[in-house]
Antibody, heavy 119, light 108 residues
């Protein structure tokens, strides 16, 4: 059974950089059938896609966040990571990592981690 | 970018009821449409992929149908654990990208 787990700081100040890591267990991140994705959900609001990465390092980002986002992958640790620069209160959200099976849907999700941006 | 609208926004029902939730896309989405269930404090759970394929472990009371710009999720007989928010999601084939609908809340 595949398991994903997000980790990283839960509290940031405005202008700081958000860094989260997703650790994948029960399967290999080096599987060319899947992409690995980040989503977020502000409290009480709708899910938003942030970006997606292939194990080779190929990335695609949401146009609305592209200027501030970087995804990376560490195959040796079976992890992929999110970096979001210059955060503001609008970036306060629960951040989820997930596996993308393309036409098969986003089939595995981490439990999510709440990141709060506050001075 | 495809825009998804869902209806109704909220529906109040009882266990045993049948419910059909709708998702309309701003343009034809060519299959890459999925449905998710989300309960408070939890991650979304994949229910249906490719408009009509039930995900592994999802009960048979959940079914998806539709094509073109309109798809539906039907729950044939609501169980107490089905009261949640349901989202439709479009995944762009190339380049990869995702859009979610605003959700439908199914309340008791």
């Amino acid at each position: 059974q595949l398991h994903l787990q997000e980790s990283g700081p839960g509290l940031l100040k405005p202008s700081e950089t958000l860094s989260l890591t997703c650790t994948v267990s029960g399967g290999s991140i080096n599987d060319n059938n899947y992409y690995w994705a980040w989503f977020r959900q502000p409290p009480g609001k709708v899910l938003e896609w942030i970006g997606i990465i292939f194990y080779t390092g190929t990335t695609y980002y949401s146009p609305s966040l592209e200027s501030r986002v970087t995804l990376s992958v560490d195959s040796s640790k079976n992890q992929f990571s999110l970096r979001l620069t210059s955060v503001t209160a609008a970036d306060t959200a629960k951040y989820f990592c997930a596996r993308d099976a393309s036409r098969g849907g986003t089939d595995y999700w981490g439990p999510g981690t709440l990141v709060t941006v506050s001075s | 970018e495809i825009v998804l609208t869902q209806s109704p926004a909220t529906v109040s029902l009882s266990p045993g009821d049948r419910v059909t939730l709708s998702c309309r896309a701003s343009e034809s989405h060519s299959y890459f449409l999925a449905w998710y269930q989300q309960k408070p404090g939890q991650a979304p759970r994949l229910l249906i992929s490719d408009a009509s394929n039930r995900a592994a472990g999802v009960p048979a009371r959940f079914s998806g149908s539709g094509s073109g710009t309109d798809v539906t999720l039907t729950i044939s007989s609501l169980e107490p654990e089905d009261f949640a928010v349901y989202y439709c999601q479009h995944r762009n084939n190339w380049p990869p990208g995702f859009t979610f609908g605003p959700g439908t809340r199914v309340d008791i």
